[in-house]
């Protein structure tokens, strides 16, 4: 089957999804129907495709809607914010030491597998400076994706649950309701960001790079609202595909040793993550579900999306989640050069 009907294919079934959730009332039906579609067809032996430059593309939209929520009162905060972010590097240190021993003796992964099987960097990032470390990217993928699997998934029970959040505040106004100027400085806000961003060689360009120059046009007075509703809802749904198709080609095997790793990983990463939330809530340093958004281990652009649709202090816990993912780039390269020498004799 050619890429373009597999593509096909992979599109109908996560349509499928989201208007199945949708009809049944589910929550959040344009990320966990087209996740739940693809996984289940994943893990039954079917053939799926992600959407390439498609799905990076609708990354772009949740930079631009961080960006956009920095505004001059937002920024005039940051300094606040020192004293959670600062906790950042302990965090990952700890996940490091507890993480690559695990790794090591529970998935039986070598010593650069198992220290990019830890760390709680962005999915793509960590299959990519794994691999190009001498890591598994197959492992690697099923790692990550079983991570960002669980928060997602997890993340919106203990938001309402625990916190008493909403999962229906408002993601975005309707595209109808947009200046269209504006929404034309949000396109390219979004490709002069992205691929400005990638020229330069900035990490995570597709968020990042849309959400400096975003930022710089909403500082400057020349943005004024979010990307409307229904781009939003486009990146959930390209997001909750990209989750369900790592696990295309998963055997029983896998499952048992790499998959059953990443779940018990998760419960390290919880109690970690839950320590540090309640320690930045007693502190008075954040209200609770920001603390606890700021330090769950998903990805940028999931965490984005569920602090949108809490409504939670979006720069508070993007801030986080950039230190803790620029700790993870700057020392990966670093302690995985330095495993992989000792693990070779020197």
């Avoid at 030491?97 to 790794?103: E, K, L, Q, S, T």
């Avoid at 309640?278 to 999931?302: I, S, Y």
């Avoid at 993007?318 to 330095?338: D, Y």
Wanted: proline fraction near 6%; charge should be positive.
């Amino acid at each position: 089957m050619t890429t373009t009907l597999l593509r096909a294919k992979t599109f109908a079934a996560a349509a499928s999804g989201a208007g199945l959730f949708w009809a049944l009332g589910l929550p959040l039906p344009f990320l966990f129907g087209p996740m739940s579609a693809c996984l289940v067809l994943a893990l039954s032996g079917g053939k799926l495709s992600g959407f390439g430059q498609v799905s990076v593309a609708a990354r772009t939209i949740l930079g631009v809607a961080v960006g956009t929520s920095l505004t001059p009162e937002v920024v005039a905060t940051l300094p606040q914010m020192a004293g959670s972010i600062a906790l950042v590097p302990l965090y990952v240190v700890l996940i490091a030491a507890i993480g690559v021993p695990f790794f090591r003796h529970v998935g039986k992964f070598d010593p650069v597998t198992s220290y990019y099987a830890a760390m709680p960097g962005g999915l793509q990032d960590m299959i990519l400076f794994g691999q190009e470390a001498g890591g598994s990217a197959r492992v690697l993928s099923l790692i990550h994706a079983t991570r960002v699997l669980v928060i997602v998934t997890l993340a919106p029970a203990i938001l309402t649950g625990l916190y008493g959040a909403s999962l229906s505040n408002p993601i975005g106004q309707p595209a109808s309701e947009i200046p269209i100027g504006e929404m034309a400085l949000m396109v390219v806000a979004a490709l002069v960001g992205w691929k400005g961003g990638e020229k330069i060689g900035l990490f995570g360009a597709s968020i990042l790079g849309p959400m400096i120059v975003s930022a710089a046009l909403t500082m400057a007075g020349l943005l004024h609202s979010r990307p409307p509703a229904e781009a939003i809802l486009t990146a959930q749904f390209f997001i909750g595909v990209g989750i369900g198709v790592h696990y295309v080609g998963v055997t029983l095997r896998e499952l048992r040793q790499i998959v059953a790793a990443g779940l018990a990983f998760m419960v390290v990463l919880a109690a970690l993550a839950a320590a540090f939330a309640e320690a930045v809530t007693l502190l008075g340093l954040a209200p609770p579900m920001e603390a606890f958004l700021a330090f769950a281990p998903g990805g940028q652009a999931e965490m984005t999306v569920l602090s949108i649709i809490v409504g939670a202090d979006l720069g508070f816990v993007i801030a986080h989640h950039l230190t803790r993912i620029v700790v993870v780039i700057l020392g990966a390269p670093i302690v995985a050069r330095l495993l992989r020498k000792s693990s070779s004799g020197g």
